[in-house]
């Protein structure tokens, strides 16, 4: 499983929209401004309604979402029945799956990296946010009035983007600002709760969230989630109750979980780089060489170097 990374979506969505990817790129977009972009939601949904998902759960990027019409959103063990009207901040942090309840779907979404507002440029830092911060509710149902309102905000993006007014992109960064501030002023759904199927949710969300750290492709990317705690923390539950599911519907303990795909990775790195172990000690997470190692033998009764050979 991977992260859906812009250059993914971009393909799928033109695949699916009948288009040419280079007509759905941001004209006078650079590397140096980040990357942002307006779509609608019913264009783009039109080539999913087989999946009966929306698509690209598995981000790399952030997104804001309005999306008009009856949906059910999946959050951790945590289910939200919308039934007409939602606003959704996506991160590439944590996991999310929305499903279409009919075919009556409107609304806009836009598209961001975090260089697209970078604090020089915006003010802010994104993962300080509350409405991104890990362990909150990044789904909103919001009233007809509050909708249009949003929606206007939408419009005036793909205006915007579509102008060639030489500051159109901080303009567009202060349309995105608006939105996040909407959300922050917001209160959590108050149809939010759980049923019968939220372990086998907060299971598949964490083999996503686990999965995500990987593949490891450089001895400069460094493993971000380590511990049971950090993967029950960004699922916004307790680590005691992940333990218990994952225990109840894998038959292992999240430590367990974790330290088989580690060891599954170390392998890999082992046989098909030539990174020193130190290095692949380090971008798995492990400060000490020493660590690293007692953890392999531990999992494998090898010595690190002595599987590589």
Known sequence: MKNTSLEDFYQEAAAFMGKDVKVLLPPGIHKE?????????????????????????????????????????????????????????????????WVPQDDNQAGSFCVFTDEFLLKNKSGVVLDELPIFKSGGYPIFEISDEIATEIRLIFNKMKQEIASDYEFKYDLLRNYVLELIHYGQKLQPASTLHANQNASGRITSLFVELLERQFP??????????????????????????????????????????????????????????????????????????????????????????????
């Open 33 to 97: 401004i980040g990357h942002f972009n307006v779509f609608d939601v019913a264009e783009t949904i039109k080539g999913f309604k087989q999946k009966s998902v929306m698509p690209y759960n598995r981000r790399a990027y952030y997104k804001i979402s309005l999306i008009i019409g009856k949906n059910r959103a999946e959050y951790a063990d945590k289910v939200i029945q919308v039934k007409k009207n939602a606003l959704l901040f996506g991160t590439p942090k944590v996991p999310y799956h």
């Open 216 to 309: 490891i492709e450089s001895p400069n990317q460094k493993l971000q989630l380590r511990t049971a705690k950090e993967y029950a923390d960004r699922l916004a539950i307790h680590a005691n109750h992940l333990n218990k599911v994952l225990k109840e519907t894998t038959g292992k303990t999240t430590t367990e979980l974790i330290s088989s795909r580690l060891v599954q990775e170390a392998k890999i790195l082992l046989k098909q780089t030539d990174w020193n172990v130190s290095e692949i000690a380090y971008s798995l997470g492990y400060e000490e060489v020493a660590h690293f190692s007692n953890f392999f033998k531990k999992q494998t009764s090898m010595a690190p170097l002595a599987y590589r050979s």
